[in-house]
């Protein structure tokens, strides 16, 4: 089936342009996270969406960073005023609960370049 | 943000060696879990623990929960060249919930 897509997979911004980057979760996959990966780092955890519900934001750097997930499928995440220390990639992850679990499966990512 | 103490930062490789990596944390998980990624992908999930102690194996990759469940390891035998690549470790800890990762252990081939 159909994994974790996102778009756009690239996107160059000039220093102080509004971003939105999209993410399709797996169908059926009630959760949706976002994650901001820096070169040569680990993902570090941004927004939590259960449903439509977004459960927890204490990761997003600034107020400049909105997500939404408004009919609890489809999620954006909106970068307003970008500036250089923004670049990254931004990966969304779903997961849907199996036996009590939930593990989540990441897609491609969008690679953000601030200029 | 916080992020696992992984080791080491990179190794290289010769087919048929067998790898080791490991990841520590100064606090308790309840799930611990070894992503892969390669260039230009999202991580992929390799292998997931659930029980401090639990030793898990997914072909030639095995993974053990610390006892303690502030650390975890990876081996991976008979290395071979698709193999190469960046593996991260990530913790969680409830049953649900964001992923604290690692750096990541890069391995790379040995020219």
């Known amino acids: 089936g159909a994994g974790v897509s996102q778009s756009p997979r690239y996107k160059v911004a000039k220093r102080g342009q509004d971003v939105a980057l999209r993410c399709d979760p797996i169908s059926g996959h009630v959760s949706l996270f976002w994650y901001q990966q820096a070169l040569g780092q680990g993902p570090e955890f941004l927004t939590y969406f259960q449903n439509e519900a977004q459960l927890d934001k204490s990761g997003l750097p600034s107020d400049r960073f909105f997500a939404e997930r408004p009919e609890g499928s489809v999620s954006t995440l909106k970068i307003q005023r970008t500036q250089q220390e923004d670049s990254a990639v931004y990966l969304c992850a779903s997961s849907l609960r199996r036996e009590g679990i939930y593990e989540q499966y990441f897609g491609p990512g969008t690679r953000l370049t601030v200029t | 943000g916080q992020q696992l103490n992984q080791s080491p930062q990179s190794m290289f490789i010769q087919e048929g060696e067998d790898v080791s990596m490991n990841c520590t944390s100064s606090?308790?998980?309840?799930?611990w879990l070894w992503y892969k990624q390669d260039p230009g992908e999202g991580p992929v999930l390799l292998i997931a623990?659930?029980?401090?102690?639990e030793l898990t194996s997914n072909g030639r990759l095995t993974a053990q929960f610390g006892i303690t469940r502030k650390d975890s390891f990876l081996n991976i035998s008979a290395s071979i060249p698709s193999d190469v690549g960046i593996y991260f470790c990530a913790g969680r800890r409830g049953s649900q919930g964001n992923l604290i990762f690692g750096k990541g252990t890069k391995l790379s081939v040995k020219p």
């Open positions: 606090s308790i998980f309840n799930t």
């Open positions: 623990l659930y029980k401090a102690g």
